[in-house]
């Protein structure tokens, strides 16, 4: 490690260390990159997202105030739905007097379970695939998210859901009697896709779940822009870093501390995901052309390669 790093790292520890954080001071030693040693990096971001307040004397307070929280959404917006799930047409007098999978009122159960499925089809292709060139999202997690896997649980996860919505396409063909036979496509011996996975035994998840959970639950809350392709490879990082923090107590709640600041970076840029927003001033195609303006007056050769 050279003597510089070793300085840069003692300056972020400097800031760090007081009983209020100097923000500025913070940004501006940020802005040429945060190191990774020591957690500096994990802590850093959860500070510049404001997630930790700058006052050290509240982080404790504070963390366990907000990870209840995500705990609570778990048991709103996955748990209890599982639970309704499992519970759902068992009997005939339910599916014909109170609920069913055709009942149209928009405050069916069956109606918001179908449409959550579409949203969690996207995310679920996504997030498999996230990041490719490394195994970390495939790899299981050291802190599985025991109010999903508690074993003691029949519920529906989304895992679950996903394999239960996703049907394998058939091929119909009619034969000259006029019978009309379905089969199976024929398996390739083509290398194995993105989207194949090696299946962790029960009571392991893998990381790319705890991101689709997060994900999940973020279009649940925010149903005005729910899902949006490129969300993922937001959140990734995130959760990468928080999730490889060397500090434990931190690590095991990665998945909550992550869901709060991306939720806080959605914020600010969550114009960008809204297709209506596209041609206005605050959409991402009009900062495209204000950036390849900029560039143009700035770096003529650049802007015409690209």
Request: charged letters at 25%.
């Amino acid at each position: 490690m050279s003597s510089l790093h070793k300085s840069r790292i003692a300056d972020f520890q400097d800031v760090l260390k007081e009983p209020s954080i100097a923000l500025e001071k913070l940004r501006e030693l940020s802005f040429s990159g945060i190191p990774c040693e020591g957690g500096l990096r994990c802590l850093c971001w959860k500070i510049l997202l404001n997630y930790l307040p700058l006052e050290r004397a509240s982080w404790t307070s504070i963390l366990a105030k907000q990870r209840e929280l995500y705990a609570q959404f778990l048991r709103e917006m996955i748990i209890q739905p599982g639970i309704a799930k499992a519970n759902m047409g068992v009997s005939r007098e339910d599916v014909t007097f109170e609920d069913h999978p055709l009942n149209p009122n928009p405050d069916s159960r069956w109606n918001t379970y179908f449409k959550d499925n579409e949203v969690l089809l996207q995310i679920d292709k996504d997030v498999r695939r996230l990041c490719p060139d490394i195994s970390f999202f495939q790899r299981a997690t050291e802190y599985p998210c025991l109010l999903i896997l508690d074993p003691q649980n029949e519920f529906e996860t989304l895992r679950k859901r996903v394999e239960q919505t996703t049907l394998k396409s058939q091929t119909v063909a009619r034969n000259r009697s006029g019978v009309t036979n379905m089969s199976s496509p024929q398996k390739n011996s083509a290398p194995s896709s993105l989207n194949e996975y090696e299946v962790l035994p029960n009571g392991c998840e893998a990381h790319w779940e705890v991101v689709e959970r997060i994900l999940f639950i973020y279009a649940k809350l925010n149903p005005g822009i729910a899902y949006v392709q490129g969300m993922n490879e937001i959140v990734g990082p995130l959760y990468y870093t928080f999730a490889t923090d060397p500090n434990s107590e931190w690590k095991e709640h990665a998945e909550a501390d992550t869901f709060f600041c991306f939720t806080n970076l959605m914020a600010e840029i969550r114009d960008n995901f809204i297709k209506s927003l596209d041609d206005s001033q605050c959409g991402i195609t009009y900062k495209m052309e204000k950036v390849y303006s900029t560039l143009k007056d700035k770096d003529v050769e650049l802007y015409l390669k690209l």
